[in-house]
């Protein structure tokens, strides 16, 4: 890897890690895919967008920003720029010029977009330029994360389609090569198991740690990118087998009686991302039209649900 993570496969042969992230050589090896088709949403059945009420109730502006009105983020004393949070204040500002129609917030939504492809290397990976302690691990500068790739890829994907933004339509094109387990680009921040399943980490490390917000959210990005602006098949297998790995483990992070994992490397609960994985695997079944995403969400609310 390019970013002092080290990367590993676990597969039992020897060679085949090699073969990881080689397009060519990965013809003929079969990873794991329920064959997933997906329906076509209307902007406001989108993740990440929201009704009136919610722009009455939020001050746009009520942030920590840098003197651009770009947000910036704090870690051990550090002014950083988180390129999640980059890209979660872009979306936002967007999703308020949809309601609002207020050119200020559409402003806003590219300034966001601007910082976010300033913080992108030559590999189109967003940079963690700050090193950071995941628990107790060191992940050094620069490092990388699979979310950051997929939200990117929501607010470039959502900018290209609805504000027809070619800029935005040309970095997300790049930027979902980083998230093709086709192409080698996306060595940083895929991993592929031994059983031939294959995830997006949103902490690329050894071992992996299966982090089921990050996963999903970079889920999200590239239904975004299919239904937006790139509808072909081999986009669309690609989602397919993503949300096939998660069909196949989400059970693994519950939890029973309690509050689901946020990982399966460390095993630790949180309450906010329990409402969280809740919220992204109904959204699953509704691009997906399969109810055994809500039916696990039911299972988790009926574990653990104090809202």
């Known amino acids: 890897m390019k970013n002092n993570q080290i990367k590993s ?5 020897v060679l085949i890690p090699v073969l990881i992230g080689c397009f060519g ?3 003929g090896i079969d990873l ?20 009136p009420s919610y722009f009455d109730i939020n001050e ?7 003197d651009s009105g770009v947000v910036i983020s704090e870690y051990r004393g550090v002014r950083y720029y988180n390129p999640i949070n980059v890209c979660f204040v872009g979306i936002n500002f967007y999703d308020r010029y949809v309601h609002v129609q207020d050119s200020l917030y559409l ?5 966001h977009r601007d910082a976010v492809i300033r913080l992108m290397n030559e590999d189109y990976l967003f940079e963690y330029k700050m090193d950071y302690y995941h628990y107790g691990v060191l992940f050094a500068d620069p490092w990388y994360s699979g979310m950051a790739q997929g939200v990117a890829l929501s607010l470039f994907s959502r900018l290209a389609h609805y504000a027809q933004d070619t800029l935005s ?20 921040v895929i991993d592929v198991d031994a059983d031939w399943y294959a ?8 071992p992996p740690d299966r982090t089921l917000n990050g996963f999903l959210h970079a889920i999200i990005g590239i239904y975004d990118y299919y239904h937006l602006i790139n509808p072909q098949k081999q986009i669309a297998d690609i989602l397919s087998l993503y949300i096939t790995t998660v069909h196949d483990h989400m059970y693994e992070y519950r939890n029973p009686g309690g509050i689901s994992f946020y990982c399966l490397n460390y095993y630790h609960t949180y309450r906010d991302y329990h409402k969280i994985h809740c919220d992204q695997l109904n959204f699953l079944t509704k691009i997906t039209q399969d109810s055994s995403f809500a039916i696990f969400a039911d299972t988790l609310k009926a574990d653990y649900w104090e809202w």
Do not use: C, Q
């Not at 496969?9 to 042969?13: F, K, N, R, S």
């Not at 995830?199 to 050894?206: A, K, S």
């Open 9 to 13: 496969y676990y597969l039992p042969v």
């Open 25 to 27: 050589l990965w013809k």
């Open 32 to 51: 794991n895919d329920n064959r997933y088709s997906f329906v076509s949403l209307d902007y406001h059945e989108l993740y990440y967008t929201y009704g």
């Open 60 to 66: 746009p502006f009520n942030y920590l920003a840098d």
């Open 107 to 111: 402003e806003y939504a590219n300034k």
């Open 169 to 188: 339509e040309n970095m997300a094109h790049k930027v979902f090569e980083t998230l093709n387990p086709y192409s080698s680009l996306g060595d940083a």
């Open 199 to 206: 995830w997006i980490e949103e902490y690329p490390g050894t």
